[in-house]
């Protein structure tokens, strides 16, 4: 089985530009979840979706928004983009929301904002 | 303070060597613990689920749960190169769905 896929792997923005970043879960699977990775700040959970709801959301502006169409793949996308907001963005799959449902994740999608 | 304090390391053991990290916190309310292996240009994976506190053993890996003390560990055994990694520790909190607070890593380093 193919695991989650995140496309591009990296990208290279200019503050103000705007970014979309899309992900691929595990077929079958309906959860998808976003990450922020910094060395600072570690991993910070962005938002999750399942079956197209957001059904959690992270402490993060509403310049961070995310959508999950009805295949399950899922889309993120930064507007305004600022240099702090240069990080590993990841993506992570699960069958279900459940609180056992382990989570896959991609490799991430590298951000750099010049 | 962050909910969740993890030493980032570097830890450096020979090959053989028992590998102990550890993860602080301070919600008593967190009830899954979780440990993560982080390869270089790779996203995290899974390695041990527990729920409260207690043991739990896996091959070489044994994950501890200490709530009265708010502390888990993650212990190795006979490490191998390949275990060279960022190992992340990760909480849930059960009423607040699925919001994994996670620690920063720490970047273990097994040298045969």
């Known amino acids: 089985k193919a695991g989650v896929t995140q496309t591009p792997r990296y990208l290279i923005k200019t503050r103000g530009q705007q970014v979309t970043l899309s992900c691929s879960p595990i077929s079958g699977h309906r959860s998808v979840s976003w990450y922020q990775q910094t060395p600072g700040q570690g991993l910070q959970f962005l938002f999750e979706y399942f079956s197209e709801t957001q059904r959690n959301k992270g402490n993060f502006p509403g310049r961070f928004s995310g959508r999950q169409f009805s295949n399950s793949r899922s889309e993120m996308n930064v507007s305004t983009l600022e240099l702090g907001d240069s990080a590993l963005y990841l993506c992570?799959?699960?069958?279900?929301?459940?609180?056992?449902?382990?989570?896959?994740f991609g490799p991430g999608t590298r951000l750099t904002v010049l | 303070q962050k909910e969740v304090e993890q030493d980032p390391g570097p830890l450096s053991v020979p090959e053989g060597a028992i590998v102990s990290l550890n993860c602080t916190y301070s919600n008593s309310a967190f009830q899954y613990f979780m440990w993560y292996r982080q390869y270089s240009r790779k996203g995290p994976e899974l390695l041990m689920y527990?729920?409260s506190s207690g043991n739990k053993e896996d091959g070489r890996f044994t994950a501890q749960v200490d709530k009265s003390s708010k502390y888990i560990s993650l212990f190795i055994r006979d490490s191998q190169p390949s275990d060279s990694a960022t190992y992340l520790c990760a909480m849930i909190n059960a009423g607040n769905n699925r919001k994994l607070i996670w620690g920063l890593g720490t970047s273990l380093a097994v040298n045969p």
């Open positions: 992570a799959s699960s069958l279900g929301s459940g609180l056992t449902d382990t989570q896959y």
């Open positions: 527990t729920y």
